[in-house]
Structures are given as C-alpha cells and as structure tokens.
C-alpha cells in the first residue's frame, strides 16, 4: 500500500470520525450513542492498522488490537449492560438546543483546525493532515460533556474525548509509547467500571440520573 493511498484513507477515516462526534454531539438517544462510540473505536482501530502498515510501527498493531478490544467490544457491552440495568433509553434534557449546540460545535471545528494548522506545518508524519480533525473530536466530545444533563452520555462523551486524544497523538507521533498506551486503557476500563457503581448510587439516591441532584449534596 502506497503512501498517498494510505494518506488518502486515513483522512477519510478522519473525516468519518469528526462525522461520528457531530452525530454523538446531536443524538439523544443512549443506545444510538453507545453504537456511535463502537464506530468511532472501529475507525480509529482501522486507521491505526494503515498506519502500522505504511510506517512499519509495530507497537501499533498492539494499540489497534487494544482499541478494538476495548472501544469496539469490551465498553460497549459493559454500557449496553449499565443502561440494561438502569432502564434508561432517552436524554431528553439538554442545557442548550441542538441547533444552537450544532452551531458552537462548527465554531470548535474551525477554532481547532486553526490551531493545529501550525504545529501540522511542522510535523513530517504520514497522518499530520488530521491533527485538525483529531483536536476538533476531542473538543466536540468535551462539548457534549458540558451541555448533557444525565450522566450516562456524559461518560460517553469523556470516552470519546480519549477517543479523540488517541488519535491526535497517532497524528501528531505515531502513537505514545505503549506501555503508556497499556496504562490509559486500563484507567478507562477501571474508569467505566467506576462509573457504573456510581450510576447505581445516583438511581438510588434520587431515582434519576439527572446531574443536578448532585447539587444537593453540596448544599446539604
């Protein structure tokens, strides 16, 4: 595989990527959500292999492997069972509107690729073209975390941001070290675990995921 062919379907994985964070930034339904992060895991596993290919990085055969273990399979299912056990399906509430969340989100999109037009400028990678695309995910991903109101798509949005943070860092170096690698996927995987429990102490706390019960507690 040619250099230019795998350039070409990294920044079509880059663009399907930034698709995937605007769709998790509109949708409000959690299992579509979930799905959408299995997605991103996918894309983010496929453009990995090109580049260990291309490059010849064998350390990031192993980060692919591992992001599909983990983003494609292992969390996915682990969500899916969370909002099995909680009976939640719906995020209605939201602290803005879609269109005017969707018009901030285009703004972040054009803030982060004014921001990385430099520093691509300076990098001799194969994937230096996407560090645009990598910042903008991981500000859309932050984006969704401030404007949701129920916990569970806020975790969602926490994963995807590292989703994005992976992916800047393979345009930017062709990966971290990977025994850094081993240890952020073990933190999330903890992260997630941890999560859950504390779903369950919100739904039997206040009968509702909603963050804003957590307000009492700092007024009790």
């Given amino acids: 595989m040619g250099q230019s062919l795998s350039s070409q379907l990294v920044n079509l994985l880059a663009a399907f990527l930034l698709l995937i964070a605007f769709a998790m930034l509109s949708q409000r339904r959690i299992l579509t959500l979930i799905r959408l992060f299995a997605w991103q895991g996918a894309a983010l596993t496929a453009s990995t292999l090109i580049v260990a290919y291309t490059t010849g990085q064998v350390h990031l055969y192993f980060s692919a492997a591992l992001t599909l273990l983990l983003k494609v399979l292992l969390i996915p299912w682990v969500l899916h069972r969370l909002i099995d056990r909680l009976q939640i399906r719906w995020d209605v509430e939201t602290l803005i509107n879609i269109p005017a969340t969707m018009l901030i989100g285009i703004g972040l999109v054009i803030f982060a690729f004014a ?43 926490f994963l995807a941001m590292e989703n994005g ?56």
């Fill in 115 to 157: 921001l990385a037009a430099p520093i691509s400028e300076l990098a001799n990678t194969l994937t230096r073209a996407t560090l645009g695309i990598a910042m903008a995910s991981v500000l859309l991903s932050f984006l969704m975390m401030i404007v949701r109101r129920k916990a569970v798509p806020q975790v969602i949005g």
């Fill in 165 to 220: 943070l992976f992916f800047a860092a393979t345009s930017a170096t062709y990966g971290m070290p990977l025994v850094v690698e081993l240890g952020v996927a073990l933190d999330v995987l903890v992260g997630t675990f941890i999560f859950g429990i504390f779903f369950f102490h919100i739904r039997e706390q206040f009968d509702s995921l909603d963050i804003r019960h957590m307000e009492k507690l700092k007024q009790d």
